[in-house]
């Protein structure tokens, strides 16, 4: 995921930044996999 200069992004960016979140963070959770879990840190 790109990451944001200073200030505010527009909302709907901010809202599907975090539902991606929110899917990498499920995933990690129900894998448990190292490697998914090097990802979801890498995307955040």
Do not use: F, K
Request: overall charge positive; aromatic content about 6%; hydrophobic content about 35%.
């Amino acid at each position: 995921m790109p990451t944001w200069p200073p200030g505010s992004p527009p909302a709907p960016v901010v809202g599907v930044y975090q539902a991606l979140n929110a899917q990498t963070e499920n995933v990690i959770s129900r894998s448990g996999s190292s490697v998914t879990g090097w990802l979801g840190r890498v995307a955040t």
